[in-house]
């Protein structure tokens, strides 16, 4: 158990909707780090929060936004989806460097 | 740039070594990571290496990076059938300035008993 939890587990929903996953952090950790992996691109960066500002971004669609709060819980935010948007959405947290991952939400779109 | 880039499977016998490769191309890397996957789970952290390291052993696994090279391996010893898993090489970019990882595909590893 990597002290980071996920939610929900799994999510199915359909083309054009909007979902919210959440993650809470390791207690401590300030940065929390949002992967997505699918089959045809891998494990890609999306985005890091750095006690609620965030710090970088990587290959992010303009549809998917994220947010970390004061208690240093993060939200991401996936809209408008399409087929191509299902994937594992893993949420990791780190304080020194290295990156503790959550045991991601499965999106299913339909 | 940054790639990261492992071979896509690898089959052992049970006890017997496995030696997962990997190369990058960020020569200001910093910290280089393995990962394990397990069907269905999330990420594992196995062990990591600070780039100004040759070498680290942490029981049954040993990390030897070469950085002339950029070439990056994770033996594991004495190799059982729970080790069958991905296992994932990653890279924190020393020009990014964020600790994102960039991965490599996953090696997937079987192990015969």
């Known amino acids: 158990d990597s002290g980071v939890t996920q939610t929900p587990k799994h999510l199915i929903t359909a083309t054009g909707q909007r979902v919210t996953l959440r993650c809470s952090p390791r207690?401590?950790?300030?940065?929390v780090y949002w992967y997505q992996q699918s089959l045809d691109q891998g494990l890609q960066f999306l985005i890091q929060?750095?006690?609620?500002?965030?710090?970088a971004k990587g290959n992010i669609l303009e549809r998917f936004s994220a947010q970390q709060f004061p208690d240093l819980h993060s939200e991401l935010n996936l809209s408008s989806l399409e087929l191509g948007d299902s994937a594992l959405y893993f949420c990791?947290?780190?304080?020194?460097?290295?990156?503790?991952f959550g045991p991601g939400t499965r999106l299913t779109v339909t | 740039g940054e790639d990261v880039e492992q071979s896509l499977f690898l089959s052992v016998r049970e006890g017997d070594s496995s030696v997962i490769n990997c190369t990058y191309t960020?020569?200001?890397?910093?910290?280089l990571y393995w990962y394990k996957q397990e069907p269905g789970a999330g990420l594992q952290l196995l062990t990591y290496?600070?780039?100004?390291?040759d070498m680290k052993q942490d029981q049954r696994l040993t990390v030897l990076l070469n950085k002339k090279d950029k070439h990056l391996s994770l033996r594991i010893a004495d190799t059982q059938t729970g080790d069958s898993a991905i296992y994932f090489c990653?890279?924190?970019?020393?020009?990014?300035?964020?600790?994102?990882?960039?991965f490599g595909q996953g090696t997937t590893l079987q192990v015969k008993p």
């Open positions: 990791a947290s780190s304080t020194t460097g290295e990156q503790y």
């Open positions: 207690s401590g950790d300030l940065s």
């Open positions: 929060y750095y006690n609620g500002e965030e710090r």
């Open positions: 960020d020569s200001s890397s910093t910290y």
């Open positions: 290496i600070f780039s100004n390291m």
């Open positions: 990653a890279e924190t970019p020393g020009s990014s300035n964020t600790g994102k990882l960039i």
